[in-house]
């Protein structure tokens, strides 16, 4: 089983929809969850981060967290094209731990 | 925000040469720097982990002596790549990790811009 298991895509939303990026992780001892977006030839980059069970909210992104289930998930509102990027969950063992990538959904937001 | 520099962005150079990069961190004070490399339209796989002052942590299969970490202070790292070849062509990204003081000791990792390798 892989550690972090995201859906490959790619994902295609209207603009102005609502995109659903998914991630299960298999390590119960995972404690920092993190999104990241990574265009195309670029660096990725933090976009979220959550530590405990619930919805954390930033702008048009929400993360939800759920330990149990161990899923992660981030929500983009009102998605414009410029959010068409891969969308990298990771999470870390411990709070200290490396980072533990998922390979990543690719989103593609259509005009 | 929390900023991660890397020099130089592009490196072309000749087979057997050896080529240097750098990885600051701006802004903050890097508890820890991460060395990954990226092939096209694959994952980031980490290289190995630096803390300032100690020696580095590689990952299984990647030759320290060919990658060559320093890590001189709380804001340098460097990835000195030895005698390159072709097949060492590859998008390389540093991260550096910054202590979240207001909830104890979470860690969040910042990527630099990347430099991309070609040996030709």
């Known amino acids: 089983q892989k550690e972090v298991e995201q859906n490959s895509g790619p994902l295609s939303v209207p603009e102005g929809a609502i995109a659903s990026l998914n991630c299960t992780y298999s390590?119960?001892?995972?404690?920092?969850f993190f999104w990241y977006r990574q265009y195309s030839g670029k660096s990725p980059e933090l976009i979220m981060s959550?530590?405990?069970?619930g919805d954390k909210e930033d702008g048009r992104f929400t993360a939800q967290l759920n330990k149990a289930s161990q899923y992660v998930s981030l929500l983009i509102r009102d998605s414009q094209p410029s959010d068409s990027a891969t969308y990298l969950c990771?999470?870390?063992?411990?709070?200290?731990?490396?980072?533990?990538f998922g390979k990543g959904t690719k989103l593609s937001v259509k005009p | 925000g929390a900023v991660v520099s890397q020099h130089p962005s592009r490196v072309i150079c000749k087979s057997g040469t050896s080529v240097k990069i750098e990885c600051r961190s701006l802004?903050?004070?890097?508890?820890?720097m991460f060395w990954y490399r990226q092939f096209p339209k694959q994952s980031l796989m980490l290289m190995a982990t630096s803390n300032e002052g100690s020696k580095a942590t590689y990952e299984q299969g990647v030759e320290k002596d060919k990658f060559l970490i320093n890590h001189a202070s709380l804001t340098l790292s460097t990835l000195t790549v030895t005698s390159a070849h072709p097949e060492d062509s590859s998008f390389y990204i540093c991260?550096?990790?910054?202590?979240?003081?207001?909830?104890?000791?979470?860690?969040?990792?910042?990527f630099g811009p990347g430099t991309r390798l070609t040996v030709l």
């Open positions: 802004d903050f004070q890097a508890t820890t």
């Open positions: 959550i530590y405990s069970n």
């Open positions: 991260s550096a990790s910054r202590t979240l003081a207001a909830l104890g000791d979470y860690n969040e990792q910042f």
């Open positions: 990771a999470v870390t063992r411990g709070s200290q731990g490396n980072l533990i």
């Open positions: 390590d119960r001892g995972s404690q920092s």
